[in-house]
């Protein structure tokens, strides 16, 4: 097994003063090279009449799966670039109504949830039993911090509601004993996943796959919806060779994608969770990566000396008590770089380091005393401020 050097940066945070012209109110920030104000009518006009990208990026923001979604895209021109980034906000959509909400009573999501206790069960599409199954996996890796069956827990706590520090009038934790008995419905084991024989004519397709819950065990894939929606944005972008570079924000992830027409990196700024304008650090990457970040700065309601956070520990049902503020984990593979940010948050820098490394992930944690642990494979990329 690969050792991993621990590194702890002391030292004081250095004052940064980020010029983007955009507003990123996501956990992370661009930097100017990707995220500066460049106005649309000049990238026309600076498009290069050989086919190739032009120099500068078309920017986009528009509000998708609860966040602020930030596209910059370098594209042949402007048609390509605005007919990716409006297909790419069509297919988020998509993905919220018809998958993944557990609030709209078109997802897939709210009808397994619907039929739990059922004998039936739910059949589910291929895309969903794949991501249910990876989760299951990593509930198992992660001992149990990582588990998609906290719906009923999520929903008395109900944080994702209020934005971060929010001034809350009314906010009450839940009772422990109302906490408890939501706590008993929990545990990704009580996920049962049953393949069906396929059609022969199916075959080609997977074999079709079963849900089972039981009784008031409800479903809440907010930890892992953004890394299943960049694995979508990848295959878009695979559909589009005219956008030959992109960087694209969904709140707390961020996807790169392809190249610059320099060929200069892609820069990406990771929050100060001790300052939220400001970036701790900055990663340095060429090509695809996934960057996923959780912390407890970005969902939260302070009451009475205490942050109600929304990442919550499957073993007490509250927000994790943990000496870790935020999560960065970099991976290839978009699938699991968000749920893998909230299992570490939970896990803390030992076992989410050891966690990581089965998945092939680099991984940084922002601790309370402001300092950083990361992987040793994360040292090439990231630079602290
Ligand atoms: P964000 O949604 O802000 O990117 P995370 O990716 O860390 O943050 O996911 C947090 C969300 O995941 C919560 O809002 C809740 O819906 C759900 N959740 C909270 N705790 C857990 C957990 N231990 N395991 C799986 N999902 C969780
Ligand atoms: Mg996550």
Redesign the pocket.
Known sequence: MKFFLRRSIAGALAAIVLCCGCAYNG?KRMMPEESGAIAEQGNAESADRTGKSAAKPWQYADIAMGTVVQQTIYAKDETAAADFSGKAMEMLARLEREEISWRLDTSEVYRANGAAGSKEGVLLSEDMAALLENCQELWERSEG????T?GAV?RLWD??KWAAGETVEGFLPPAEETLAQALDTCGSQKMLLVWEAPAAEASSAGNPTRLFLPEGTQL?L??VG?GFAMEKLCSLLAEHPHVTGAVISL???ILTYGSKPDDSPWRVGIVNPFDTSASIGILTLEGQWCI?T?GDY??YVDLDGVRYH?????KTGSPAVSDVRGVTVLMKDSLLS?GL??AC??LGPEKGMTLAEQYGAEVLFVMADGKLEMSDGMEQYFKRL
């Open positions: 956990a911090a990582f588990d998609v906290l999520t944080i994702d809440d907010g930890a953004k709140g707390g992830s996923s959780s970005e969902r929304h990442i919550l520990d499957p968000d940010s909230t948050y939970i």
